[in-house]
């Protein structure tokens, strides 16, 4: 233990007289005072790498971090100050520093700018968040990014931290409950690629029937898959769930037709959509991530911040360059889409419930036992696919080769 004040190597004030954030020399742990309660999340709070990634953390571990706080400001705000301290660890101190801006533009409405501004004062400043890959890489988002995801997710209604189900997202984001998580409410799930068990030779894969009632009790309808085919689709389809294959090279970006006919049927189907590829990280993600910035006006970086919070890991190497190009295109078709869907190229949907949300599981449920009563004929949108699941789009592989500009990355 070590008294405070002692190899403190910067701290600054966050809410005037109250809140303050502070890193420290090596790992140690601080005292509380009379008048001080310190605390650190570096080690409750982690981050499960890939590779060489090491942020942001999580959405569960935004909740909980901003729970917490904000208890503590409930309970100490007249009688101590509060120290949110961290290592100097590049990697510990940028994950602390980005949980307390979150709590800066959620719970104070800070701008994003201004949620970050104390905590890069005196030339303070954090290391870059990277992609999932081996090694340093060029490909990074940084703290304002992902705030500026995060105040953009909230305005959407991707998430609403009075009606959060943190059990939930724990339970099915980890490896022994599905590995999925949700990105946008009601629309996309994204999550790892089903094996089929005769031919698993890896315990975190899953069978897809692991995955068929939670996908009934949460309206997802459709099951996109990116990957070679290591099931049979039939086991969705079986169960009232339309299956198609939109198959491109594991490690690439996705080629034009495999774009223009995911965001075509994403736009036609009133189900949520499930998607994987192998991990469903990479290719995942950049198609996900297109819609994002399409139909909501994230920026590439918003877009990929937004989804490794939700789903650390999401778009590796090159896929964010791919992205990034393509920004001013997807705006610019999603204004369009806008006016001749709403007549209003500003009309952004705005989502009623978030991810995880506690108040919607009623309806879930009932939904659940409705579709249970009357398992044939498909429903709508699966009669509307039905060309799609017949003849799916698998590309002949000279056509990806020349079409296709290939990340290097997994």
Avoid at 105 to 110: D, G, I, K, Q
Avoid at 111 to 121: E, G, N, T, V
Avoid at 189 to 201: E, K, M, R
């Amino acid at each position: 233990m070590m008294a405070p004040g002692q190899n403190i190597i910067y701290k600054i004030e966050y809410i005037k007289d109250v809140l303050y954030f502070a890193i420290t020399r090596h790992d140690k742990v601080l005292n509380n005072t009379t008048d001080t309660h310190y605390f650190s999340i570096d080690h409750e709070l982690i981050y499960e790498n890939y590779y060489s990634d090491f942020g942001p953390l999580n959405l569960g571990c935004v909740y909980k971090y901003c729970t917490e706080l904000n208890e503590k400001l409930k309970h100490l705000l007249n009688k101590q100050k509060i120290v949110h301290y961290t290592s100097e660890d590049p990697r510990k101190n940028a994950n602390a520093a980005f949980l307390l801006g979150c709590f800066g533009v959620l719970y104070l409405s800070l701008p994003p700018k201004d949620a970050l501004r104390p905590l890069i004062s005196h030339g303070q400043s954090y290391r870059p968040f990277q992609d999932a890959t081996q090694g340093e890489s060029m490909y990074t988002i940084t703290i304002l990014d992902c705030l500026q995801a995060i105040k953009k997710a909230r305005e959407l209604g991707f998430f609403n931290f009075q009606d959060f189900d943190l059990e939930e997202f724990d339970k099915y984001g980890n490896i022994q409950g599905g590995d999925l998580n949700w990105i946008i409410p009601d629309k996309f799930l994204a999550f790892i690629g089903p094996v089929d068990c005769s031919i698993s030779q890896f315990s975190f894969y899953h069978n897809p029937q692991k995955y068929i009632e939670y996908f009934l009790q949460n309206n997802i309808g459709l099951v996109i898959r990116l990957n070679k085919r290591f099931y049979d689709g039939n086991v969705f389809r079986n169960k009232g769930i339309a299956h198609l294959d939109l198959f491109f090279p594991d490690g690439s970006c996705p080629p034009r037709h495999i774009l223009f006919k995911f965001l075509q049927i994403s736009e036609e189907v009133n189900c949520a959509i499930a998607v994987h590829c192998k991990a469903g990280l990479g290719r995942t993600g950049s198609l996900i991530g297109a819609y994002l910035m399409k139909h909501y006006r994230m920026t590439a970086l918003e877009a990929i911040s937004w989804m490794r919070i939700c789903r650390p890991g999401s778009v590796i190497g090159h896929q964010q360059d791919w992205l990034q190009k393509l920004e001013p295109w997807l705006i610019k078709q999603g204004n369009l889409y806008r006016k001749r869907v709403y007549q209003n190229a500003d009309e952004l949907p705005i989502h009623p419930y978030g991810v995880y949300s506690i108040a919607k599981k009623d309806f879930r449920q009932r939904a659940t036992i409705l579709r249970n009563k009357s398992p044939s004929p498909p429903p709508p949108f699966q009669r509307g696919l039905k060309s799609y699941i017949e003849h799916p789009i698998r590309p002949q592989a000279s056509k990806v080769r020349e079409g296709t500009q290939y990340c290097l990355s997994k």
